[in-house]
């Protein structure tokens, strides 16, 4: 019987734009699907919300405020791989776009 050694690396993408976050995603499973994997799963995980309280006027009007507030987008692409195929360098110099920041862990 023959037992294959599984390696995961678990990418993590984060992104203020959720389209932007989508479309790689998508493009990561597309440049996944030419190798040989075992398993791919996208995960999301909850929005951070941050919001931000603001005084229109610093002097007077003190009950005169704004809201303002930022949304964070995140998944998580974890990649079960055989250790012979070379994944890792493939997905380092995929091109993303500028607005995704992602991170990539080896376990």
């Known amino acids: 019987m023959v037992t294959k050694t599984n390696e995961k690396i678990r ?3 984060e992104s203020f734009n959720h389209e932007l976050l989508m479309a790689s995603c998508r493009k990561i499973l597309n440049l996944t699907q030419n190798i040989e994997l075992d398993n791919v799963g996208v ?6 919300k941050r919001i931000y309280c603001v005084l229109r006027s610093p002097h007077v009007d003190k009950d005169s405020r704004e809201h ?3 949304r964070v987008h995140k998944r ?3 990649i079960y791989h055989d250790s012979t195929v070379d994944i890792f360098n493939l997905l380092s110099e995929s091109d993303l776009p500028s607005g995704v920041l992602y991170r990539i862990c080896l376990s």
């Open 76 to 78: 998580v692409i974890e």
């Open 68 to 70: 303002f507030e930022l």
């Open 43 to 48: 995960v999301a995980l909850p929005t951070d």
């Open 11 to 13: 990418l993590r993408l």
